[in-house]
């Protein structure tokens, strides 16, 4: 069983910065794709920015709310995902969740969709 633990949220003030964690652990051969979703009160869960590994290279994408200010990055050899979030914003706020499309086992077994608890994130003066 995969499991994956976020880490680095926290309280920071407008125009500052976070890098949050996503520990991948278990049985894992390879992972597709780790995504950053975040949720605000009230609204519903949105894709932040993704991060599909290939041997070639990392292929990112990031959603236009992040453009400039995050970056996606990964550690392979610890299977950990960052997000580096700088010029943070009030509504930056929410729970941020990690999120693995699929991981493979073996180089021909996979098991698909796995979501992290959240981290909380809060960005106020």
């Known amino acids: 069983q995969v499991q994956l633990v976020e880490s680095g949220g926290g309280w920071a003030q407008p125009g500052g910065s976070l890098r949050l964690s996503c520990l991948a652990s278990g049985t894992i051969f390879s992972i597709n794709t780790t995504s950053w979703f975040r949720q605000a009160p009230g609204k519903e869960r949105e894709l932040v920015a993704s991060?599909?590994?290939?041997?070639?290279?990392?292929?990112?994408n990031s959603a236009d709310s992040g453009k400039g200010r995050f970056t996606i990055s990964s550690d392979n050899a610890d299977n950990t995902v960052y997000l580096q979030m700088n010029s943070l914003k009030p509504e930056d706020t929410g729970v941020y969740y990690c999120n693995v499309d699929r991981v493979w086992i073996t180089d021909y077994e996979s098991e698909d969709d796995f979501w992290g608890q959240g981290t909380q994130v809060t960005v106020s003066s």
């Open positions: 991060l599909t590994s290939r041997t070639f290279g990392d292929i990112t």
